[in-house]
């Protein structure tokens, strides 16, 4: 059957609502009893049926007001249960049957290792019991949950524990009240075996709030980070916004099933393990950041998600790129870093462009859907978070915090639009925002050419703008946007010349190009400057201004702006990469490379900020600023690139390696940054001598006693394929081989094997224990790490690359449809790429659209690549 899609135009508010609901699961594996009774009422004056949402349930019974109806009273289709003949208030009770051990999807009720666990957003509360599944309807929650208690020590769920009691038949029943009403989205249920972190938080009015963390048995020494990280959120949500929680008891679950990172549910967030567990041992400094991030996501989503939430699905950047938005600022605040920065624009460089160019293309509030699952995607999270940036850049810190109060005074207890939101920082600032509404209904990059004029004899500067939207996939005809653009002028010297204009500039020099041209002049310019026109990455957009060399050179040496510098030197390296690709020239020129080499020996640059100066290019950036690609050339002149910077590197490489050496690990932001650096250089030595590097590498995996290090040893040995490269691999093998997270470090190089040897390789890996496409963590670093990050093999000439994980996707369809939709990705970018293959690519879609149990996510993923 084809799905059909949603559109954002036909949002009807729902017919009936239901103010409260109990819930009643009794667990078991293969045949758990759902009884819901439901408190419903009709909106508005109508005479239309009760229409429910249910998949994959076994209906046993439905009664209302105590009455049971007999078949003649309701009609079920796969999906929908309707009840013709119901009041306009009344008590609807229903007992399903569900399965969760067949559950594979990992969405509803499944087992997680044998705990049983929830995953409800977006949909998947539908295949718990019949109900309006839907994020505009807003219930009480009571939930009582039976099992047997030896077997399922902990029986949790949303809001705070109210009764416990042992039933006749030895089973226990514990039952969970929720204050806040709330769509069946945030209901989470968790039973199993856990060792549990406890402790506390008070907050800024003198609550006492409990803070519970929940960990696989065995696994409490890799909790305390994400515990203090909790601690620091709360802390941070109190400061920054005002906001305090509201509950008198956090939860936080750690499963090793899950399809994405964690998910907020009201007073019990059930995340993916790899974001609660780790130590020093057994996780890397980045595994670190994101435990920090995800966890600060999930509880600021309390307020901006769960307190205020959505009316559909459409709106869903309204909750995700407000609290990314919010992630993001904690981190920063946490780590004190430019470079933070540098790092969230180079995943919208890296995939949100790419998203935005392709056939999945849509805007960060979609307007027409099949698979919600398909839209949790950088568009929505990331560019949505860029999106809500601009408005703070616009407003100032205390301007977006005024609209943040009034967000909360209007809407607190609400399922509320993306137009609402914006609604508040407009009224709350008296600040026009009717252009800025764009970005929230136009997909696509926007590009903003620049061209300017130095006049020596008035001393005047002027710029001049012109922006353009290119038609994308859903949407061909586009405005002109409120584009935020942060300027500074910078002389030969580098040093900033203060701006003199008069034309409008918001706080921090920020000029708003609000059509689709115009010029600003500055006076009192002494001499014709080098323009840095996006400086933090002001928008989310492609800038183009003809710089020469030299004025790259300026920005990447002298610029305050950590961003601008990276940027600069990523401009002037993709330049020549370019050109070696065409055939134009063989080499970088020598100015360019003792730029790199001034920066690398530069004592004054933070060793963090040093780091990603001193990165090349990605694949995935560079592909994305063309229409088309011929891969092997680009691949072969970013090696080139790299011999060349690498050789003149290397003593300098070297000698900051050993400086950067530390006696003994710390997990603090120093310590990180030069851990950092030392990787990077490590990577430069690597390129210039091998056999140098081989030698580093095996010394710094079995010296260090952190993953950090042991991990930065193994990666360089595995891409440039060191001699050590099998050994070491096998040591890490054996010592972690029970430890399925640990492993997933493994299976990513195993799949990003820079070798021939690397298909032979895929099956040998394939067939180890640990290895299972059920557990989505172990499907995507195999798979990812091979079809996302190993270009030169995943673009093999004869096709093969393709052919493997193509084969992987039809697994996963009938297993799990969400992640086979996200792993598909690197296929469905087929027309960026030149013959052959593009028609190998497309072939190996066009084979998994014909397969006969396509799924919906498939379905619409794969249909609109090769439509
Ligand atoms: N709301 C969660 C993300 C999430 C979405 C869907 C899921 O399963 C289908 C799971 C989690 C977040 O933003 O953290
Ligand atoms: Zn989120």
């Known amino acids: ?53 249910g998949e994959q349930l076994q209906l046993q019974s439905v009664a209302i007001d105590g009455r049971m109806l007999d078949a003649t009273g309701y009609s079920q289709t796969d999906t929908h249960l309707t009840i013709a003949e119901v009041g306009d208030a009344f008590e609807l009770n229903i007992v399903v049957m569900i399965n969760p051990q067949a559950n594979t999807s990992l969405e509803g009720l499944y087992l997680s290792d044998g705990a049983f666990c929830t995953q409800c957003e977006a949909e998947g509360f539908r295949k718990i019991t019949y109900y309006l599944d839907r994020p505009d309807v807003l219930a009480r929650f009571t939930t009582t949950i039976i099992g047997d208690a030896s077997q399922f020590p902990f029986m949790l769920s949303n809001g705070n524990q109210v009764a416990k009691q042992q039933l006749d038949d030895g089973r226990t029943a514990v039952t969970w009240q929720d204050p806040f009403p709330k769509p069946c989205y945030l209901f989470a249920l968790v039973a199993g075996d856990f060792d549990l972190l406890e402790d506390s938080f008070q907050t800024m009015s003198g609550r006492h709030v409990t803070l519970q963390l929940f960990v696989d048995k065995g696994n409490l020494d890799r909790a305390d980070y994400a515990m203090a990280s909790l601690k620091n959120a709360m802390a941070w949500d109190e400061q920054v916004y005002g906001l305090e929680y509201d509950l008198d008891i956090y939860m936080v679950v750690a499963v090793d099933f899950f399809n994405m990172g964690a998910m907020e549910n009201k007073g019990l967030n059930v995340f993916n393990s790899k974001y609660v567990l780790a130590n020093a041992r057994s996780a890397t400094d980045q595994d670190f950041n994101g435990i920090e991030s995800v966890i600060g996501h999930e509880y600021f989503h309390n307020w901006t998600g769960n307190r205020v939430t959505c009316r559909d699905w459409f709106q869903l950047s309204l909750k995700e790129g407000l609290t990314v938005f919010r992630d993001q600022c904690f981190s920063e605040d946490m780590t004190g870093s430019a470079v933070n920065r540098i790092d969230d624009v180079a995943i919208i460089r890296s995939h949100q462009f790419a998203e935005d160019a392709g056939p999945m293309a849509h805007p960060i509030r979609p307007q027409s859907v099949i698979e919600m699952n398909n839209f949790y995607t950088v568009t929505v999270y990331n560019k949505g978070a860029e999106v809500i940036r601009m408005m703070h850049t616009l407003l100032g810190a205390d301007g977006f915090r005024r609209g943040m109060d009034l967000y909360f005074e209007r809407h607190d207890g609400q399922a509320v639009t993306c137009d609402d939101f914006v609604q508040a920082m407009e009224d709350a600032n008296a600040f026009d925002l009717s252009r800025f509404r764009t970005w929230y209904q136009q997909a696509g990059t926007p590009e903003v050419s620049v061209t300017d004029h130095y006049n020596a004899e008035t001393q005047t500067y002027t710029l001049n703008f012109s922006q353009q939207t290119p038609a994308t996939a859903d949407q061909s005809d586009k405005t002109a946007t409120h584009i935020p653009l942060r300027i500074g002028l910078y002389d030969d010297t580098g040093a900033a010349i203060p701006l003199n204009t008069e034309a409008k500039l918001t706080d921090g020099n920020v000029y708003s190009l609000l059509t689709e041209s115009a010029s600003v002049t500055f006076d009192h310019v002494k001499t014709a400057p080098t323009p840095a026109l996006l400086k933090g990455f002001s928008a989310p957009i492609k800038l183009n201004y003809q710089y020469s060399d030299v004025q790259l050179l300026t920005l990447a040496q002298h610029c305050e702006d950590g961003f601008t510098r990276w940027d600069a030197i990523q401009s002037l390296l993709a330049r020549y990469i370019w050109q070696i690709a065409d055939g134009e020239t063989s080499t970088l020129p020598q100015n360019i490379i003792d ?180 557990n989505p963590n172990r499907a995507r670093s195999l798979i990812a790490g091979f079809s996302a990050m190993n270009y030169r093999y995943f673009h093999a000439q004869d096709g093969s690359g393709y052919q493997w994980l193509a084969e992987k996707i039809q697994n996963l369809n009938s297993i799990n449809p969400q992640i086979a939709a996200r792993l598909i990705n690197p296929l469905t970018q087929w027309r960026k790429f030149t013959a052959p293959q593009a028609d190998q690519m497309k072939a190996q879609l066009e084979q998994i659209y014909q397969l006969s149990d396509l799924s919906k996510d498939l379905q619409e993923i794969v249909g609109k690549s090769l439509g």
């Open 1 to 53: 059957m084809t799905a059909k899609a949603k559109l954002l135009s036909d949002y009807r508010s729902p017919e009936f609502t239901i103010d409260q609901i109990d819930l009643t699961i009794e667990l078991e594996p293969q045949a758990t009893r759902v009884t819901s009774v439901m408190q419903v009422r009709r909106q508005g004056r109508h005479n239309n049926p009760l229409v429910l949402e």
């Open 595 to 774: 730029g790199v080499l001034a920066i690398a020996s530069d004592g004054e640059i933070e060793a963090a900020l040093k780091a990603r100066l001193l990165q090349l290019p990605t694949v995935n950036g560079l592909v994305n600023q063309r229409q088309q690609i011929d891969i092997h050339p680009l691949l072969n002149a970013l090696d080139v690139i790299r011999e060349q910077l690498a050789s003149a590197l290397y003593d300098c490489c070297l000698a900051l390696y050993q400086q950067l050496q530390q006696p003994d690990y710390q997990l603090d932001a120093e310590s990180i940054a030069k851990r950092s650096l030392s990787a990077s250089c490590l990577g430069w030595i690597a390129a210039a001598n091998p056999p140098a590097a081989d030698q580093l590498c095996v010394a710094l995996y079995n010296n260090s006693d952190n993953m950090t290090e042991q991990l930065n040893a193994l990666t360089i040995a595995n891409r440039f394929d060191l001699a050590s490269r099998n050994s070491l691999m096998d040591q890490f093998e054996q010592r972690w081989q029970d430890d399925g997270l640990v492993m997933d470090k493994w299976l990513n190089l195993q799949g990003c094997w820079n070798s021939e040897q690397c298909f032979g390789n895929l099956a040998k890996v394939e067939g180890k224990p640990f290895f299972k496409l059920t």
